[in-house]
């Protein structure tokens, strides 16, 4: 998948754009914005968008943490979009994923239609599910939501850890 060039696929429809606007007081660096279909589709389509974003930009070691979150989030989006939809707003939802590198952190955040708020679930150790914004609230340095035009917005944040100095850059 070229993802240096604008394309649409099926069900993922991508678009690079480089932008300065803050984040939550943080100046963002570089954008990725993807639109995907509902689907369950989606989640892989977000994993591999982030994996090469998280080449791009050598996070390779908040690799795994990253994919893990946009999994959960797309993952409630999906849900979430087919609960909407099934209330009768008829045509086929759209997830937007964003994904933003600061100078300190990365963000993701997921789009979807739906007006409802995430909930995190009291840890329960029996239950089959309630576990995803658990894991969210674990492994992402701050996370929430925010409403948006059409529906909201959730978003997670994780720090970049800082760089060992190269190897024989100390003379
Ligand atoms: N994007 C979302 N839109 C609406 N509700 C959400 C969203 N994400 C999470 N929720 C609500 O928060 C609850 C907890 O989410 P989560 O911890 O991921 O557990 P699960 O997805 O297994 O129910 C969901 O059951 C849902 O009610
Ligand atoms: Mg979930």
Redesign the pocket.
């Known amino acids: 998948m070229g993802l240096q060039a604008t394309a649409t696929y099926a069900d993922c429809d991508l678009s690079a754009q480089l932008s300065t606007a803050p984040v939550g007081g943080r100046q963002t660096r570089q954008t990725r914005q993807v639109r995907l279909a509902a689907l369950p589709s989606a989640v892989p389509w977000a994993r591999r968008v982030l994996r090469h974003m998280i080449g791009e930009w050598q996070l390779e070691s908040i690799a795994d943490t990253a994919a893990l979150l946009v999994s959960?989030?797309v993952?409630?989006?999906v849900?979430?979009s087919a609960?909407s939809a099934s209330r009768g707003h008829g045509k086929l939802p759209v997830i937007g994923l964003t994904i933003r590198l600061t100078a300190a952190s990365l963000v993701l955040e997921?789009s979807?239609t739906?007006p409802?708020?995430?909930?995190?679930?009291e840890a329960d150790s029996a239950a089959d599910?309630?576990?995803?914004?658990?894991?969210?609230d674990a492994l992402a340095d701050a996370w929430g939501?925010r409403a948006a035009d059409d529906g909201?917005v959730?978003w997670c944040e994780v720090a970049i850890p800082a760089r060992p100095a190269a190897l024989g850059s100390v003379q």
Do not use: C, F, I, M
């Open positions: 959960e989030l993952t409630n989006a849900d979430a609960a997921v979807d739906s409802l708020r995430p909930v995190r679930q599910h309630g576990r995803g914004l658990v894991l969210v939501d909201k959730v």
